[in-house]
């Protein structure tokens, strides 16, 4: 399997067979993200069309020693989908819908899809493992386009606090996945 920073390179240079094969293993859960964030699948599809519109027109400025290659797209996924919401006039929703409607069973690459189903359920797997607190602070600033402060408001909590529960939410999640076995 190619290294996925080999593979943005590639696209970045205009290679249309590495950009299929990032797409081949994003796909999937980068559309799970937003659905979950923007409620919609259909709205979700054309959010994801547009992150990879933008991941084609931004790999040659990718820096792996800034970021992974899966975390700079889910950050490009999610800023689309706040940016696309933002222009309706509409928030994302915090709320995840069920996996069904999230990854429909009859869908064209059905093994895509169950790898990104794998993948969510590892991250729901790694969030449960930190605290209450943690978890919904975290959910909050990663699936909605809520400022620390206005997070802090949405909890009822001082800013303070929220900064560290997220701080302290991903040293944990960092932990986790350095430890992580299936």
Aim: aromatic letters at 6%; proline letters at 7%.
């Amino acid at each position: 399997m190619i290294e996925e920073a080999c593979l943005v390179a590639r696209t970045g240079a205009g290679d249309r067979a590495a950009f299929r094969e990032l797409y081949g293993r994003y796909s999937a859960p980068l559309f799970s993200l937003a659905v979950r964030m923007v409620g919609d699948a259909g709205e979700a599809e054309e959010a994801v069309q547009d992150a990879f519109v933008k991941i084609w027109r931004s790999a040659s400025s990718f820096d792996p020693s800034k970021s992974r290659p899966f975390t700079w797209a889910v950050t490009l996924t999610r800023r689309t989908c706040i940016d696309r919401l933002r222009r309706r006039g509409r928030r994302p929703l915090p709320v995840p819908l069920p996996p069904e409607e999230v990854l429909p069973s009859d869908a064209p690459d059905a093994r895509a899809l169950t790898e990104g189903r794998e993948d969510c359920e590892q991250v729901a797997s790694l969030l449960a493992g930190v605290s209450p607190n943690q978890r919904g602070a975290l959910e909050l600033a990663l699936y909605t386009d809520m400022t620390q402060a206005e997070i802090a408001r949405h909890l009822g909590q001082p800013v303070g606090t929220v900064k560290s529960w997220i701080r302290r939410g991903l040293m944990n999640l960092r932990t986790a996945v350095s430890h992580y076995s299936p």
